[in-house]
């Protein structure tokens, strides 16, 4: 009776039958012949993006059925999974996976070879051919003595910062022997007569007579320059000067000047005449004690109104408020560009006129209670700027109602304009920040406004 099954457990191919084996004189066994994995490339292949869960494709493999799979990368990483069956562009496996093998699955193919043992049971192991990769391709050394051009031999290269170095004695041009016809000793000339060494005292050989010829015109010139009786030569030709030494081209510029512009009696009379009209004037109008007393008292008028209203940190205080009440508004409503081409629109199409004006009298309000009389925008108009003048020296706040109301704008002490959106029918009131009362004539108000 024989064993039959399948390789994977997910039966994606057709039953195979158990193999047996002869073990010695009338006896057979499971073939359980010692099988080992060779590889059949030395470098990964990348599925396809077609790949599915129990297949392959790859096109132009070499792989047969029976071969085996073993995933380098990816989440089959180390999976190895038996070929079924082929195509040419596409290998069939024996198991199927839960998920598509996908380009990053790479893999290397292998193929089972039987070990090989001698006879005294030793195995027998071979490291065959040597390999390398080039060029992203398994490349096998091979040394072709007949034909040269064939020869893929094994690269050894010496590689720094720029890229590969090279060392070849054909680039080197230079011979390694000192002896033989291509000796690389160092011949030194010009080209046509070249230096001799005595063979001997390895010295090179000088002519005595050039020798000779050039030491006697040496000793000659020494002894006139030792002879200080003589005249010695000197050269000016290239001298150097200190630094602002005059020239004879500088000399010459400076008489041509003195000769075209000479200094005269007429000139000198005209330097007299200007340094006694300066004298005049400061005789006429001196600085006196009296102006300087006027300086001095101008002085004090300022320093006194500094005195009498200077800068408080309540002061800072209110501004500080005021400006980030403006900061807030600037937030909560930035200007857009559709509401500058509002503003432009109402300003061209409108005359700006002051729609309403109040003038304070002594009014009768309590501590810290709103102004009662204030501004109202008119019916069919719309304020777009408040403007209050004052002598009140406080800062105050406007409002749109008596009590209960919305801020509109804070004014410093010295008043100024404030930019609103205000409607028809809006009456503003003042309030000043420290509480005070108002007095006489201290507040102009002016709303100031266009056509709704």
């Keep these: 009776m024989s064993n039959k099954g399948w390789p994977s457990s997910q039966k994606t191919t057709n039953q195979i039958y158990q193999t047996i ?14 099988k080992a994995m060779s590889a059949l490339s030395l470098i990964d292949l990348v599925p396809e993006a077609t790949s599915g869960l129990d297949y392959i494709d790859l096109a132009g493999h070499s792989i047969k059925a029976g071969d085996m799979i073993r995933f380098t990368a990816g989440d089959l990483d180390r999976d190895e999974v038996a070929v079924s069956r082929v195509e040419p562009n596409r290998i069939y496996l024996s198991h199927k996976f839960e998920t598509e093998i996908l380009p990053a699955d790479t893999f290397i193919p292998l193929r089972a070879v039987t070990l090989t043992i001698d006879k005294g049971g030793n195995l027998a192991t071979s490291s065959g051919p040597i390999q ?35 060392i070849t004695a054909g680039d080197l041009n230079v011979q390694t022997s000192h002896v033989g016809a291509n000796y690389d000793s160092q011949r030194i000339g010009d080209g046509t007569t070249e230096l001799e060494i005595i063979p001997v005292t390895r010295e090179a050989k000088v002519s005595d007579a050039n020798a000779k010829s050039v030491l006697d015109a040496l000793l000659v010139e020494l002894a006139l320059k030792a002879d200080l009786t003589e005249t010695q030569p000197v050269s000016l030709a290239s001298s150097p000067l200190p630094t602002g030494a005059a020239t004879e081209t500088t000399l010459a510029a400076v008489l041509a000047k003195i000769i075209a512009a000479p200094a005269t009696e007429a000139k000198q009379d005209s330097s007299i005449t200007e340094l006694q009209s300066i004298l005049a004037k400061i005789i006429v109008a001196p600085a006196t004690e009296a102006k300087q007393d006027t300086s001095i008292t101008a002085l004090g008028d300022i320093l006194a109104k500094i005195i ?49 004006s109040s003038f304070t009298a002594s009014p009768t309000v309590p501590t810290a209670t709103r102004l009662a009389t204030g501004v109202t925008v008119p019916a069919l108009k719309k304020g777009t700027e408040l403007e209050i003048l004052t002598k009140a020296g406080d800062n105050f706040t406007a409002y749109d109602a008596v009590t209960g109301g919305n801020v509109i704008g804070r004014f410093t002490q010295a008043g100024g304009r404030l930019p609103v959106a205000l409607t028809a029918a809006t009456a503003i009131f003042l309030q000043s920040d420290t509480g005070a009362d108002f007095t006489a004539n201290d507040l102009t108000i002016n709303l100031i406004g266009v056509d709704a």
Excluded: M, R, Y
Excluded at 135 to 155: H, K, R, S
Excluded at 333 to 354: F, H, M, N, R, W
């Design 132 to 166: 390398f990769i080039k060029d992203g391709a398994a490349q096998q050394v091979l040394e072709d003595t007949i034909t040269p051009a064939n020869n893929a031999p094994l690269p050894v290269k010496l590689t720094g910062a720029t890229g590969d170095i090279n």
């Design 21 to 34: 084996q002869p073990l010695g004189a009338g006896k057979h066994g499971a073939d359980v012949l010692p």
């Design 308 to 356: 009498v209203a200077p800068a408080t940190e309540a002061k800072q205080d209110t501004n500080i408020t005021a400006l980030g009440d403006i900061l807030a508004k600037i937030i909560a409503a930035p200007a857009t560009e559709a509401k500058q081409d509002a503003i432009i629109a109402a300003l061209g199409s409108s005359d700006i006129t002051v729609l309403d």
